[in-house]
């Protein structure tokens, strides 16, 4: 059970999160001035995790398998909403309607460079980022990463994997960075429910 002080911060990030929904709703002409009140109320019953089944190995070792991951919603996406180290969700960039699960490697801003000395270095750009698979066993067309697809737009990531369940026995919150565990620990506190991702697990 989630303590006083958990459930204080799970309503204020209730209210973050609705806060924002509403703008971009509004900003993108979704809803009229005279809805806001209303909508902001509904955004703010809502939870702010869903259920996503993984599928394959990319992730490995962090997410294997068929496993079912809890994931934070994120309706705005910045570098004051993520870090370098986070494990996102994502829309394919090749496979519309598709999601993805990779690890933000880097952000706007950070210069990438190459292992092939062939390749010449470069700069993500305003609203890039630079997604890998966990997976280093694989090569990178099997793990189907920005080193394949090159850098995604930051909006294209949906939310952020905050636990893992890959059997009944073998889950726990997944590994991101200090500052996304620590925001994400009163989400985890009142929304988790084992039961229900043990009941979405794929046999």
Not at 154 to 163: D, E, F, P, S
């Amino acid at each position: 059970m989630a303590s006083l002080s958990a459930r204080f911060r799970y309503l204020f990030h209730k209210l973050d999160y609705s806060t924002a929904l509403t703008f971009k709703s509004h900003q993108q002409s979704r809803i009229a001035g005279i809805n806001i009140a209303s909508t902001l109320w509904k955004n703010f019953l809502g939870k702010l995790t869903y259920l996503h089944c993984n599928e394959g190995e990319e992730m490995a070792p962090t997410i294997t398998g068929n496993g079912v991951t809890l994931v934070r919603k994120l309706p705005l996406v910045d570098p004051m909403r993520v870090s370098v180290g986070d494990v996102v969700v994502f829309n394919d960039p090749e496979n519309k309607g598709r999601f993805l699960i990779r690890r933000l490697a880097a952000m706007e801003g950070n210069e990438m460079v190459s292992s092939d000395e062939n390749d010449e270095p470069f700069t993500l750009e305003k609203n890039e980022c630079w997604v890998t698979a966990d997976n280093e066993s694989m090569d990178p067309k099997e793990a189907n990463d920005s080193r394949v697809f090159g850098p995604i737009k930051m909006t294209n990531i949906v939310g952020r994997v905050i636990y893992s369940m890959q059997t009944v026995v073998d889950h726990g919150p997944v590994l991101n960075s200090d500052i996304s565990q620590q925001t994400d620990s009163s989400v985890l506190a009142v929304e988790l429910d084992v039961d229900e991702m043990a009941r979405n697990l794929k046999s």
